[in-house]
Every structure is written in C-alpha cells, then in structure tokens.
C-alpha cells in the first residue's frame, strides 16, 4: 500500500528554521514535492524534486529560502525551511506523481499520493 507521511511541523518564530520530511513507501515516484494549503486558501505550490536526476523547482517567494532534497535509499523527501516568515503558515504537504514529465509539475492535480499534512505555524 503507498503511504507518504510527513512529519517536522510545528510552532517557530519569524526567521528561524524548521525541517519537514516525508517518508514515502509502497512504491517508487517520478517526482516528489511539497505542497500547503493555509485556512480559506487553495493549496499551494512549494517546490518539487525529481526522484532520479534530483532537479529541483520552487514557488518564488520561497527561493533562496527553502531547499529540497532527497534520500533515494530511505525513500524520504525533505524540505529544509529557513528564514520562515508568517505567511509561511499552512499546513504542509507532500506528494508524489508517477508519471514522468519533461517539466516541473507545479498543480495539486498533477500529483497522484499524498500525505496527511504537516502544520508550520510561524509566529510573528
């Protein structure tokens, strides 16, 4: 059975840094990424990283800001969050899509796994 579970949310103050992961079993993705979604928002885009070459795409208000990565042997994506602002607040999520694209997939709709959702509450 697939299963994708994050884990790292929590409460931290503006500037400072958390760590999300997500632990994905069951089967193997093309792409992984990390979605949010904040109270009375459509969920948003963060950034993906491709499973095999390791390319890496970002919503721009969190470039240089927040990295992506993978650990193919633990089948785990992360998302290293740093400079966190309160608008970063949301819930966040990861996915995972099983068909090969030639260009970053930034839709919620393009993603075919998800997790249950991680909260980062940044505090101002």
């Known amino acids: 059975q697939v299963q994708l579970v994050e884990s790292g949310g929590g409460l931290v103050q503006a500037g400072g840094s958390l760590r999300l992961s997500c632990a994905a079993s069951g089967r193997t993705f093309y792409a992984m990424g990390w979605f949010r979604q904040a109270p009375g928002k459509e969920r948003e885009f963060v950034a993906t990283?491709?499973?095999?070459?390791?390319?890496?795409h970002y919503e721009d208000s969190v470039k240089g800001r927040f990295s992506i990565s993978r650990d193919n042997a633990k089948n785990t994506v992360y998302l290293q969050m740093n400079s966190l602002k309160p608008e970063d607040t949301a819930v966040y999520f990861c996915a995972g899509r099983l068909l090969y694209a030639s260009r970053p997939q930034t839709n919620a709709v393009q993603y075919d796994y998800w997790g249950q959702g991680t909260q980062v509450t940044v505090s101002s």
């Open positions: 990283i491709s499973w095999s070459d390791s390319n890496t």
